[in-house]
């Protein structure tokens, strides 16, 4: 595959590790980043302060402007925050490609409240020219082990066949294995949901029940994942695939999950607000909670589990909901 411009939106640990993995391909890449502290370190130091011994490539070219980032490009990936994307995409990128069809992986993960969009259909809801040229990239997939070379498989997901084999074989390469789908929507789904359930692991961790707890608490949630995807239009074989059941495994038992760590928090008593502080990064499971318990309340589906972690994270309900939710009513008020 011949050098390609790509542009890469978002700066953050994944963001990073993403365009580095494409430089050292042969690509030339853009990395925008909107934090004009992190942005600043970078070009300083030539280093990300959150990945050890990660020196950027040549290839890559940092920038704040969003027009510097795309002129030329051949291909966008997002990693900036799902929340952000909507304005993002009708404020600054739309006027910028002025109807210019280009290609888009979208590799952050969440579901927009009320309207229950995928990231991607909001991308092509703001920018209509990229009708089915928007592409899902989720799978278990720390970006600190990428980093380090460790070996990573993750699902590339597309209506347009022809492209999504052709992004792939971009991405594709040691390190990272891509293997391709056409359950868009699906593999969006596993992505939100399975973040608001490593939530609940890290509710367990903090309250410290075990790990007998945790693994029920997993395979009860896992049902509950299959209701959601499915009654939102998602394959069945998506859930318990790696963009599902795959990556639900690795960000509930990991200890270095974001998403996990503030469950954690949570459990151990602290209030939203004190668990994202001190776990720092964002954990984009928060941003999906409400999304996901409205779909199951929508739908009648029976969620347990879901609608505890958003008492918990929502109304600041004691980490033992969690417990009772699982049948565990004799438990105390930890």
């Known amino acids: 595959m011949k050098p390609t411009k790509i542009t890469v939106f978002g700066a953050g640990i994944w963001g990073s590790v993403i365009a580095q993995h494409l430089a050292k391909k042969g690509h030339n890449v853009s990395l925008w980043e909107y934090n004009e502290q992190l942005l600043n370190v970078l070009k300083t130091i030539g280093r990300h302060p959150n990945i050890p011994n990660f020196k950027l490539h040549d290839n890559i070219r ?13 291909l966008i990936i997002f990693v900036i925050s799902s929340k952000a994307i909507r304005t993002f995409c009708r404020e600054k990128l739309r006027p910028l490609l002025n109807g210019r069809v280009v290609p888009v992986v979208n590799a952050s993960k969440g579901i927009e409240d009320k309207t229950f969009k995928t990231i991607c259909e909001i991308i092509e809801e703001e920018i209509p020219q990229l009708k089915d040229k928007t592409m899902a990239f989720s799978g278990p ?7 380090q070379n460790v070996p990573t498989k993750i699902v590339l997901a597309g209506p ?8 792939a074989q971009i991405i594709h390469g040691d390190p990272i294995l891509v293997v391709t789908a056409r359950d868009r929507r699906g593999v969006e789904y596993g ?9 609940g692991c890290g509710v367990i961790d903090g309250i410290g029940d075990g790990a007998n707890a945790k693994s029920a608490l997993i395979t009860q949630a896992m049902q509950e994942m299959s209701d959601i995807i499915t009654c939102q239009g998602g394959q069945l074989k998506t ?24 469950g954690e928090k949570l459990g151990a008593g602290l209030s939203l607000e004190e668990a ?3 776990v720092g990064t964002i954990a984009e ?19 347990p589990i879901i609608d505890a972690i958003w008492r918990i994270v ?3 309900k004691q980490p033992c909901e969690l417990l009772h939710a699982m049948g565990f009513i004799s438990r105390g008020n930890k």
């Open 276 to 278: 994202k502080k001190e």
């Open 314 to 316: 929502c109304e600041g």
């Open 160 to 167: 347009d066949k022809e492209l999504v084999d052709q992004v």
């Open 191 to 199: 992505g939100g949901v399975k973040n608001v359930l490593a939530i």
């Open 62 to 74: 940092l920038t704040g402007d969003v027009a510097e980032a795309v002129e030329g490009t051949e």
């Open 285 to 303: 499971g928060v941003n999906s909670v409400q999304s996901v318990f409205d779909i199951a309340r929508k739908n009648h589906l029976n969620t």
């Open 239 to 262: 859930v318990y695939g790696l963009a599902g059941f795959g990556d639900a495994i690795l960000t509930g038992m990991s200890a270095i999950s974001r998403n996990r760590r503030l």
């Open 141 to 147: 997939s720390f970006a600190l082990e990428v980093a």
